[in-house]
């Protein structure tokens, strides 16, 4: 069935004019200047940029982690900014996956544990739907190990699966493939493929110009701005 272009237009996630700051002592570091940026449903936009360029804030900013000090972001078409916590808490379990250069898994938990809860928090359980992630990941024998018993790529690949758990409307990825040899990053490309085929947006920040050139868009940034669409 089409997909009308109402529906994908609300199926987003879009920054409009963000602006943050951050200060240290007299200092100040002015990491967003006026982003503006919409990622439509289905479509895969790569974000790259070099290290402090603003890219990872952009990421918070989308998720609701963190507030801008200026200018909005909108979330399936409602506002996300400004929100309590524990409101923007529940939308962001249950229409956004984050994976972040942090991880996002708690290291006292197997796999499969990491996955049922993130599943549980959206409301969304469904374990053949975690055990066929894991799968796809190269992950299927690893899902009663914990975070610390794996290698980085793994830890990166595990992540990704908790992010993609519950279905996402939107996947917010920092370095998704930063620490995979060329063949697992292959693997990962193609659930990307799956996701954004099932009308998932998806913002990838990345140094990988294999995952560039695999997005339908790149989104260039530099000291805080937008450089390049």
């Keep these: 069935m089409a997909v009308s272009t109402d529906t994908r237009a609300a199926a987003s996630v ?3 004019e963000l602006y943050r700051f951050f200060h240290a002592g007299d200092s100040e570091t002015l990491a967003l200047r006026g982003v503006s940026l919409r990622v439509q449903a289905g479509e895969m936009v790569a974000l790259l940029g070099a290290s402090g360029s603003g ?6 900013c989308l998720a609701g982690l963190d507030e801008p000090d200026g200018g909005h972001v909108d979330l399936l078409g409602e506002r996300l900014t400004r929100r309590p916590e524990a409101q923007r808490a529940r939308r962001r379990a249950a229409h956004i ?3 972040m250069q942090a991880h996002n898994l708690i290291p006292t938990l197997r796999l499969s544990d990491n996955m049922a809860l993130a599943m549980q928090l959206a409301g969304k359980p469904d374990r053949r739907r975690a055990a066929r ?18 290698s980085g790529g793994e830890v990166a690949r595990a992540g990704l699966a908790v992010a993609l758990a ?6 917010l990825a920092d370095e998704p493939t930063g620490e995979v040899d060329a063949a697992t990053e292959a693997l990962v490309l193609a659930v990307f493929d799956e ?5 998932t947006a998806i913002l990838i920040a990345t140094h990988s110009e294999a995952l560039a050139a695999h997005a339908d868009r790149v989104v260039r940034m530099r000291d805080g701005r937008i450089v390049d669409v």
Aim: a positive charge.
């Design 97 to 99: 996956g984050i994976l």
């Design 133 to 150: 992630l894991f799968e796809q990941l190269g992950l299927a024998g690893h899902a009663s190990a914990r975070p610390t018993q794996l």
């Design 14 to 16: 879009e920054a409009v």
């Design 55 to 60: 890219k990872s804030t952009l990421l918070n």
């Design 195 to 199: 996701q954004r085929a099932a009308g």
């Design 166 to 171: 519950a279905t996402p409307s939107v996947l």
